[in-house]
């Protein structure tokens, strides 16, 4: 066996906890738990090179270590950032982290586009719950918001420049998953764009991680685009055999419908489990799932509104005290309802679905 | 029996007087108070032909909205559907195509809509919850009607008239709103 991890200690909003040698202070802080976790919006732990790039994670370190109790002169990156034996920080009981939070997500919101009502990602975007918490009231900035030509990333992936925060995490998904990366970060400064040199399409068998990684909307299914928001869909945990991943995947079906499929996340919103593209893309029937039950969604996410977990459905007693007989339906729904219609299959169509889906199928039945 | 508080109060019934035993003087007291309520002011209106005004918070109606140019507001993002305590409200979405723009006002909009009034209590949570000012409650009650079919409002019923191709009907629709909205 290998000799023993030395263990130190280290204090976040006076809770200690033994961590060990080389860990980082955002990671000692997950191991408590709770409160006292910075937010991380471009840190990943299954991404190597990850972090310090949004700085949403900054914590004051109140005292540097034991030998050198002097604090840290400035507030530093959590996820960077690796413990002392002795080292005391500073989260949520500092006034001066919240401060710079409240200016860091100020200064990620300058150019965000606020489209969260035609997002896909809304409901699940870690920048919403950022600016949920830690944001303003309205914005200061007075300048128009800079805006990209659009590229196109091929047929199954959606980018939306303007709401990038440029984490580089689909970039560090793409070196480390795939054989070849072909997207990139152009240009430099304010003009810093996620895009493919030249127009090429995001193809590799593994690139659909990158909607999965990516914090906020700006990477999107394509095959989910528009088609159902994320908070109306019920996720259930489902998993298939699969030759390239380990195929354990969450499906967010309406009704017997699979919308969309995405890796199963755990708390902080990371990856599990990688999957392959053709899990992601292209098995969008549930008789290709064996689906194992309801996934945990917290309950102050509203895609807990739906309250699948735990449910239990009451039995139908009609047909039992009326000896067989089925309950009259006095009105069919989709006999006066257009919503939902069942000729349509949404998770059939690969885009978006448009006026030509509503009109054909109305003419054709 | 024992009474249960000490507030029992013992009634003593004496038999009527002569002028009770006639009953017409009551009976003519009776008559004078209900001929006197003839020249009152009278609570009741004539309904279809006279109408009361509406408070200026009443909650009737929805009405989906258009924009200066007749494109529609509504985006489909579902707030309205999540606000729901009725779950009333469903809708679909979709992409606006290339030929599309002047139709509706964002990259994705609502390409069915439907509130069911059987469900619907009116209470404007759908209003507040909108972040796009695309619906709105009215000064107008839901009309009576015989089935039950006829309680689903799709789009046809729900979209504001066009402010450029139906000036009259869209001012219609609109003006009680401006006007409630200045107060």
Known sequence: ?365 | MASLTNRVKVLEQQPLSFMERLYLPAIFKGMAITFSHIFKKKATIRYPEEKRPFSPVFRGLQVLNRDEEGRENCTACGLCAVACPAEAITMEGAERQKNEEHLYREEKYAAKYEINMLRCIFCGLCEEACPKDAIYLSETFAPSNFTRKSFIYSKDELLIPHPINDKEGYDAARVSRVEKLKK
């Open chain 1, 1 to 365: 066996m290998a000799e023993e991890v030395k263990k130190i200690k280290v204090t976040i909003d006076n809770i200690s906890i033994d961590v060990p040698m080389g860990t980082t202070i955002l990671q000692a802080a997950r191991m408590i738990g709770g409160d006292v976790v910075p937010p991380a919006m471009c840190y990943y732990t299954k991404l190597e090179g990850s972090g310090g790039k949004c700085r949403t994670c900054l914590v004051e370190v109140s005292k540097g270590s034991e030998a050198d109790p002097r604090p840290m002169p400035k507030l530093v990156a959590s996820c960077r950032t690796g413990v002392m034996d002795g080292m005391e920080v500073k989260n949520m009981t500092s006034p001066k982290v919240e401060d710079a939070r409240n200016g860091v997500v100020e200064f990620l919101l300058l150019n965000h586009p606020l489209d969260c009502p035609i997002c896909d990602q809304a409901g699940e975007c870690h920048l919403q719950d950022l600016g949920y918490e830690h944001g303003k009231q309205g914005t200061r900035y007075e300048f128009k918001r800079r805006t990209f030509d659009k590229h196109d990333l091929g047929p199954y992936i959606q980018l939306h420049m303007t709401r990038c925060i440029l984490c580089y995490r689909c970039v560090f998904t793409a070196d480390q998953l795939t054989n070849k990366r072909v997207h990139g970060i152009l240009s430099r400064g304010d003009h810093s764009e996620i895009a493919t040199h030249i127009e090429k399409a995001l193809d590799n068998d593994f690139i659909g991680n990158v909607i999965d990684v990516c914090p906020v909307g700006a990477l999107t299914d394509k095959t989910f685009r528009f088609k159902n928001r994320v908070w109306f869909t019920k996720p259930v945990n489902a998993h298939r055999e699969c030759k390239c991943c380990s195929g354990k995947v969450t499906l967010w079906q309406r009704g017997e419908e699979v919308l969309r499929v995405t890796a199963r996340k755990d708390q902080w919103g990371e990856v599990e489990d990688w999957i392959c593209n053709e899990c992601r893309f292209k098995k969008k029937q549930s008789a290709d799932w064996t689906i194992e039950g309801p996934t945990h969604v917290s309950r102050h996410s509203v895609i807990s509104q739906g309250h699948y977990e735990g449910m239990k459905k009451p039995t139908e007693t009609f047909s039992a005290v009326h000896e067989g007989r089925k309950p009259k339906l006095l009105m069919d729904i989709h006999s006066v309802s257009e919503v939902n219609d069942p000729s349509i299959d949404l998770s059939a169509i690969d885009g978006p679905a448009t006026s030509a889906t509503y009109n054909h199928s109305t003419k054709k039945s």
